[in-house]
């Protein structure tokens, strides 16, 4: 499993220099938890794939249980130690128990969402060469349909929910004995996730034990005052469960023992509201995207003409949100809509390859006042003192850095940074000089040690920052649920708006954008026009060859 992954130094001092070791190993982590924190209770926004049948209730030692026999069926599908276990289904929380189980008998899982294109996840495949597919019927017909034989990429195809052409059902192989737990080293591959792929194949990214475990989840497991899970607390998940993010969540989230955690598999607002309001999170962790599609829900506590029992957001005292940019109003919706004094939003920055490289709290004060030009969610805040460090260089000698205020590419040093992208090894070795990693965002620091983050490099345009001008598009239009600026090498910037109906008043849109640099007419349409990544991402390169058929961006997308 190393396929061209290789470790760059962080110069950072270990985890367990800085903390001492909790006993948080992927593998028998389960086991841990229903040993020392047995009282979680677990909710589900509907059943597992990988048990149907148990319904949408469990707790810590009934999923330790799950991952066991899931464990068992793996070996006899034919994984083992050092292996691959490639996963592609719909999204659900068992992608992380399919991982723990893949670790647990010395398997590297690959955590792959069905929301990657066929033709995309043929290449992802090519290049796991896995042991094992565990997968779906649908994504196997999907794929065929598309002329992708998926079954014909692995060693053996597993199908979760009954028999298919060229896989086995899951049902044949259960049964088995419980494999022991099998160990790795600290610094070997320990999970494989995916980027988002915006603009194009994602990159499969590998992560390490003292990457993923040591250095993120133990990071988060620790009593940090506000940030931290706390005994009484309802937490509430509705992210890409394919992500890495998913797997550091569950480790330090359950380490922390709230009293439940709900977890949401989709973002479709009925589905959400029912479970949401059956029992009212205290932290809340969802996706940019799922956060839009909610504010209709999140109507304010105080002075609404609704029943307070109909606001599932009522109880809230911490907003989490990661993967992409979150826009003012979204932000300030949600933190009106809790009954809570002083209600926290926490905005995180950092990519696959990094983990987390600096955070925001944003509060009711912060995010009020008259609409204006500058952005109020593109100040990314510091990065974590000792932990992180940030470096804004000139993107033609990366050994430059810029003075404060001034634009260049954003380079991270992390002690989390991940062992390299598998199959890519050339790809990797362009995004390092001399430990630094090249993000590929273009962002400012400011006098005082804050990130201000513009725009990915391959969708800038000169002079302005793209992400700061859909900020103010949805401050003055409300009614508009995605803003995405597409840059036009021969032209004015593309606007592609987003509205519940597929329309806008011209008048309005004239307004809205009196005092901006000039912009193409708007094209509006309706959400499900627009290509979106699995973390809700839009997918700039395929929604560009959609509506700009033939059109170049701006930015070289050499660091993407």
């Known amino acids: 499993m190393t396929g061209g992954a290789g470790r760059s130094g962080a110069g950072h001092r270990g985890t367990g220099a800085l903390f001492g070791r909790l006993p948080l190993d992927l593998g028998p982590l389960f086991d841990t938890l229903a040993e020392q924190r047995p009282s979680v209770n677990v909710r589900l926004g509907r059943p597992l794939d990988l048990a149907p049948e148990r319904g949408t209730e469990y707790d810590t030692g009934q999923v330790a249980e799950l991952v066991r026999e899931t464990a068992a069926w793996l070996v006899a599908a034919g994984a083992g130690p050092g292996s691959s276990v490639a996963v592609v289904k719909r999204n659900h929380w068992d992608y992380v128990l399919l991982a723990c189980a893949a670790a647990r008998i010395g398997a590297v899982p690959a955590l792959l969402s069905d929301r990657v294109p066929p033709d995309g996840l043929a290449a992802l495949l090519r290049r796991l060469r896995p042991d094992v597919l565990v997968t779906q019927r649908d994504v196997l017909g999907g794929a065929r349909a598309a002329g992708v034989e998926l079954t014909a990429l692995a060693g053996r195809t597993v199908c979760l929910d009954g028999p298919a052409e060229g896989a086995l059902a899951v049902d044949e192989l259960r049964g088995g004995p419980v494999p022991a737990v ?7 591959p320990l999970a494989v996730i995916h980027t988002s792929g915006t603009t194009g194949v994602p990159k499969l990214v590998v992560h390490s034990t003292r990457t993923l475990i040591r250095r993120l989840s133990a990071f988060e497991a620790r009593p940090w005052p506000v940030l931290s899970v706390r005994r009484a607390d309802t937490v509430a998940s509705a992210v890409s469960f394919a992500h890495g993010r998913a797997l550091t969540w569950t480790v330090s989230a359950f380490w922390r023992a709230p009293r439940t955690v709900v977890l949401l598999p989709d973002s479709d607002p009925s589905t959400a509201a029912a479970l949401l309001r059956s029992h009212p999170p205290t932290v809340m962790e969802a996706l940019p995207s799922s956060y839009v599609r909610w504010q209709a829900l999140a109507e304010p506590a105080a002075g609404s003409t609704g029943s307070a029992g109909s606001n599932p957001f009522r109880d809230v005292r911490l907003f989490i949100s990661t993967f992409d940019a979150v826009h003012p109003p979204t932000v300030r919706t949600f933190l009106d809509a809790t009954r809570r004094r002083h209600p926290l939003w926490m905005q995180g920055w950092g990519q696959s390859e990094t983990g987390p490289l600096s955070f925001r709290f944003l509060t009711r004060g912060a995010l009020t006042g008259p609409a204006g030009r500058h952005p109020t969610t593109r100040d990314l805040g510091r990065p974590v003192p000792g932990w992180v460090r940030v470096k804004v260089a000139d993107p033609a000698r ?100 987003v509205t519940a109906d597929g329309g806008l008043d011209p008048a309005r849109w004239r307004d809205a954008v009196r005092d901006l640099p000039p912009l193409a007419e708007p094209l509006v349409v309706g959400w499900d026009a627009v290509p979106r990544t699995a973390t809700g991402k839009v997918r700039r390169h395929e929604l560009r060859a959609r509506v700009l058929a033939g059109s170049a961006g701006i930015g070289t997308g050499q660091w993407t």
């Open 398 to 497: 990366p050994g430059r850095t810029v003075p404060p205020g001034e634009t260049g590419m954003l380079y991270a040093r992390t002690g989390a940074l991940c062992l390299g992208y598998l199959g890519e090894p050339e790809r990797w070795g362009r995004k390092l000089d001399r430990g630094w990693f090249n993000t590929g965002d273009l962002g400012v620091r400011t006098r005082d040690g804050r990130v201000l983050v513009l725009d990915r490099e391959v969708d800038m345009v000169p002079g302005m920052s793209c992400v700061e001008i859909e900020d103010v598009l949805h401050e003055r239009l409300p009614d508009v649920e995605e803003a995405v600026l597409l840059s036009v090498a021969d032209g004015r910037p593309q606007p592609v708006l």
């Open 182 to 188: 099998r160990g790795r080293g600290e610094d070997e």
